[in-house]
């Protein structure tokens, strides 16, 4: 006999913005048997952006997160290049990268330490799953040696919010994210120096070199956070979470960091170029990688709102994408969609401010239909392992080496050589993981980019700018990748000014509601069957559903994640006070810059 | 030592002001919220979505407790703009949830009203809370605003302020901090009531212009302009807004002394002023409005002959 409940969460805290989710539960069966998940705040940006110079837009989209503003700024400045035909100098798309490179390995660190890793910690497992911690207690972590912690309850304790050293180490390692973002981009969060053709900013080497010093940190940093993960996640894997929060590998990246020397911000080029990226583009449909085509993939993309608040899209504005490839009205240099507020929770009607966007396979690669694909960092590192197209990749995994380098506070001195394997299951915790390794992946990568950039310099390539002449009329497309998946733009530019703007950002992929043929976006899909693991006393308190939603980390800064009000978190707190004094302490002297670290703290009012 | 609780409320925003404060320096956050500085002591996050510990209805118990003076004495920070709900609710809708009471979506615009005569103090924090910033932007779809147009001129807090506006888009988190931690000096009788400008911005991190403690000033008074971006001059020709924007910026770093807009070489867009986004504030490459160039280039003349003359005056210490 089922035992059915339902849990309304709101706010769903801890992530970037507004976000409610309504669950349905078999307590006997113990797993969730529905979920509608729906974004609660509107602004109406794009409409915002419409009718400005659409270089405005570079800075306007970006305040769309605070959290992950830089791939606004990319994709939105890579729009307005093709819209404008203003192709950069090598240098100044290498300082772009550098700016994007320190957002990630911020976001890297807030996501994995203070987002996602504290529903792990001690304080959260002696509640939701004790019998896992005793278990955890006993046994020994396997890269102790080398990460520092004996047991995994050792790691558990570490991911205690405020108190713990992991989630301390993390804060920290966000702050210094943070000043290199801010150093490459200006200002972060808000970069201010994305501009047609290239950036603003004067290259100074002694900027480099301090860009350089913070990320001396990041690796050592990383190394550690990657070891670390691994034996906590694989320990969870095998102690009964691996069932939680399962979607399938239907994944997408648009790949990232465009190649200095190939990018020509040309729309004939796109395939060309977005190639030749870093990490590079690719749709993984059923576990296989179906196109690395950038211009395939763009076109395909469709934005429908049959359960958002909003109109639809009338009619076509153009047949074709400027190489003759077909665009349904659907797409976003057509799209149209009008916003209406609407009833709540009307599940059967409209739900939900964010939009649904889904993918069409338009020259049938599998199908001809169209896909709910699942933005993330686990779909970057599927589709790099997969598309063999960078040194790293073995088509099964990512493998690569960050170098050595000795940094107080860190135990690995020596390189350290990594690889993330493709997973069984694209579930929580594998989510979480990937993040992990994207965080050393992005190191390596911005590791192997400041030595390119010595190298430019070298050879008198310190131009960071490319004088255009700003034409009347123009289309772009941008893609780039935040931290928790692809973002895209798409601009229209009639008379000098910005007629059409369209922006879908990866927790918009994510986040989605069910579309026209009532299939559910990627949150939902992953809650719905999702086992209960928690201990319940009383109340549902939804810990499979929170762990699930944060997997695919849904922005936001800086928590603290605590169970109930009245939480063990602050008894937590207590005990480890003076282990947290301590780890300050210790930051404090190891950082020469005066850059300690900071944590958000939480006194609860009661 | 009495606490002092913090509601911080997120409306149409981007959670940009808490963010930036990860990167406060003196004090830290730490620094703050564990007590280094006694008279800054106690202050206690009773209410902020992004870092508080319980989620779904528990998480709304402290505005409750809020609302029934249970808090007192509390500091409500609201980061984002207010909308304008009535439109919403002509389709039946709503523009800025921020929970769910008994199955029914809580507005922000409920919560502030609650709150609104319980305040001990009210901060305004970024340029969207002040102002209505990027929300309210043309055409303003949701009829966004600033909280001090929502909650009225002459609004004062139980503590008799009026609301005290840290815009920024978003605040730098050392501006934010220090502004938190001067109120609560205030309230402990550490500092006198802070002084604020015409826009309720606090004198004391606000009274500067961009301008006129840009690193780059000196080559303005040259005559040397950066014609193409890159170039180490001043930006004024290249769109920068230095010379309309209070804003401590281009002296002290965006982010524990990092970056700097007009100071690193990209274009000051004022996001501190009233009018941002809208001109004169952008188009952001757009030349800078020529008043206060002109203005500038009066005072700079003057400047100059009174510096020669004075060289002719006689040294007296």
Known sequence: MAKMTELNIEPLTRIEGHMGVHAKADLEARKYTNAYCYATMFRGLEDIIKGREPADAIWLSQRACGVCPMPHAMASVLAVDMAYDAPPPPMGIAMRNLAAMAEEVYDGALGCGILEGPDYSEVIMSKANPEILGKANKTDAPNGAKHGYATIGDIMRGLNPISGSIWLQCLNASKVGLGMASNMGAKHPHLNNFVP?????????????????????????????????????????????????????????????????????????????????????????????????????????????????????????????????????????????????????????????????????????????????????????????????????????????????????????????????????????????????????????????????????????????????????????????????????????????????????????????????????????????????????????????????????????????????????????????????????????????????????????? | MQPINLIWLQGQGCTGDTVALISAHDPSLVDVMTGVLPEVEGIRIAFHPTIMAPWGETALEPLEAAKEGKLDPFVLVLEGAVPTESIAQKTGGYFCGIGDKGGKILTLTEVLLDLKDKAAAVVAVGTCAAYGGIAAGKPNPTGAMGLSDFYGKGYKSTLGLPIINVPGCPTPGDSTIKTLAYLVLVARGALPVPELDEFARPKFLYGELAHHICPRAGYLAEGKFSHHYGEPYCMGLLGCKGPIAYCRVPREGFADGYGGCPSTGSPCIACTEPAFPEPPTSPFLQKSPVNPWIREGILDNIGKVKATLHRFKRRTI
């Not at chain 1, 020509?264 to 196109?291: Q, S």
């Not at chain 1, 050879?459 to 289309?475: A, D, H, L, S």
Request: proline residues 6%; negative net charge.
């Open chain 1, 197 to 606: 053709g290239g950036v603003a900013r004067t290259l100074e080497v002694t900027d480099l070199e301090a860009y350089y010093a913070g990320l001396a940190k990041e690796i050592a940093f990383s190394k550690e956070l990657v070891l670390i993960f691994d034996d906590l996640l694989t320990f969870l894997s095998d102690n009964g979470l691996a069932e939680v929060g399962i979607f399938p590998p239907n994944l997408f990246s648009w790949g990232m960091y465009d190649d200095p020397y190939t990018y020509d911000a040309k729309y004939a080029n796109m395939t060309k170029w977005g190639e030749k990226r870093a990490l590079p583009p690719g749709i993984i449909i059923n576990g296989k990688l179906i196109t690395s085509d950038l211009v395939e993939m763009q076109v395909g993309v469709q934005e429908t709102v049959t359960h958002s608040y909003y109109h639809d899209t009338p009619k076509a504005e153009f047949a074709t994408d400027p190489l003759g490839n077909p665009l349904t009205k659907d797409h976003p240099w057509n799209e149209k969609t009008k916003p209406e507020a609407g009833a709540e929770k009307d599940w059967e009607g409209k739900y939900t401010w964010a939009k649904t966007p889904r993918w069409l396979d338009w020259k049938n690669r599998v199908d001809g239909k169209t896909h709910v694909l699942q933005a993330n960092p686990i779909s970057r590192m599927w589709v790099t392992a997969l598309a063999g197209k960078s040194p790293e990749s073995t088509g099964t995994s990512v493998k690569f080496t960050l170098p050595a380098g000795t940094v107080a506070g860190f135990n690995i001195t020596e390189e350290l050589t990594l690889e993330w394997k493709i997973p069984a299951l694209n579930n929580a915790l594998e989510r979480v993981r990937a993040r992990a390794y994207y965080h050393a992946y992005s190191a390596y990568q911005t590791y192997k980019l400041v030595l390119a950039a010595f190298e430019m310099i070298k050879k008198g390539e310190t131009k960071v700018w490319n004088e255009y002449k700003r034409p009347r009329n123009g289309i772009g497309v941008g893609t780039a990748e935040a931290m928790r998946g692809g973002v895209a733009h798409w601009v229209v530019m009639k008379n000098g000014k910005t007629s059409n703007y369209q922006m879908i950002t990866p927790t918009a992929w994510n986040v989605s509601p069910r579309d026209d043929q009532g299939r559910p976006g990627p949150y939902e899909a992953a809650i719905i069957d999702s086992p209960i693991t928690e201990s319940i006393e009383g109340e549902l308190d939804g810990i499979d559903v929170v762990r699930t939603i944060r997997s695919f980390d849904p922005c936001l800064g800086c928590t603290v994640q605590v169970f109930n009000p009245e939480g063990s978190m602050l008894a937590g707190r207590e005990l480890d006070h003076l282990h947290a004094e301590e780890v300050l302490e210790q930051h404090e002297h190891e950082n020469e810059h005066g850059q300690g670290h900071c944590h958000l703290h939480h006194h609860h009012s009661h």
